[in-house]
T-cell receptor, first 114, second 112 residues
Framework: DTGVSQNPRHKITKRGQNVTFRCDPI?????LYWYRQTLGQGPEFLTY????????KSRLLSDRFSAERPKGSFSTLEIQRTEQGDSAMYLC????????????FGSGTQLSVL | GENVEQHPSTLSVQEGDSAVIKCTYS??????FPWYKQELGKRPQLIID?????GEKKDQRIAVTLNKTAKHFSLHITETQPEDSAVYFC???????????FGQGTRLTINP
């Protein structure tokens, strides 16, 4: 499968713990996005990178959230001191910046905070 | 602010009939309108998109129409099949894919 890859698929953690998710985009894509999706809702934008630069962050992204894309390839999303409200599907997506840019999603990481 | 209203929230049609889902947006600067299909437990998949320089786009049984003046766009699925059952999301963006704003989703059920 040469699509967007996310690990792990599922993560169960206790409130207050830190978690980290990984995303591997489609290889030729230079943009990488993180979205969050809760049950019955559409995805909500969190942040995006162009190559290694983080260009925009949503106000939804509290100080407990940090994302990196150190070499412009894979990305990590870390949530510190998790709260029950962080429980959601975290979706990664990638695209190639160009005239007809299209966004392709990974299968997501389902986070459950107990 | 940015907002996309999607209707209906649920839609049930007989196999072979047509289904229409509508979205309304508020930002006149929006120029990119994709539609995603999400099956239970799976990733959202891009099924069709349209940019503001065209009014209609068709791909086999799927079509999207855009009315820039009224700020609404619609997904049309003809000759529906059971595998069309899924949740469909509309979205809007400016200047390309980037920061998409999604609608609330429509759960489409095709009855055999």
């Amino acid at each position: 499968d040469t699509g967007v890859s996310q690990n792990p698929r599922h993560k169960i953690t206790k409130r207050g713990q830190n978690v980290t998710f990984r995303c591997d985009p489609i290889s030729e894509h230079n943009r990488l996005y993180w979205y969050r999706q809760t049950l019955g809702q559409g995805p909500e934008f969190l942040t995006y990178f162009q190559n290694e630069a983080q260009l925009e962050k949503s106000r939804l992204l509290s100080d407990r959230f940090s994302a990196e894309r150190p070499k412009g390839s894979f990305s990590t999303l870390e949530i510190q001191r998790t709260e029950q409200g962080d429980s959601a599907m975290y979706l990664c997506a990638s695209s190639y910046r160009g005239t007809y840019e299209k966004l392709f999603f990974g299968s997501g990481t389902q986070l459950s905070v107990l | 602010g940015e907002n996309v209203e999607q209707h209906p929230s649920t839609l049930s049609v007989q196999e072979g009939d047509s289904a229409v889902i509508k979205c309304t947006y508020s930002d006149s600067a929006s120029n990119y309108f994709p539609w995603y299909k999400q099956e239970l437990g799976k990733r959202p998949q891009l099924i069709i998109d349209i940019r503001s320089n065209v009014g209609e786009k068709k791909d086999q049984r799927i079509a999207v129409t855009l009315n820039k003046t009224a700020k609404h766009f619609s997904l049309h699925i003809t000759e529906t099949q059971p595998e069309d059952s899924a949740v469909y999301f509309c979205a809007e963006g400016k200047g390309g894919a980037q920061k998409l704003v999604f609608g609330q989703g429509t759960r489409l059920t095709i009855n055999p």
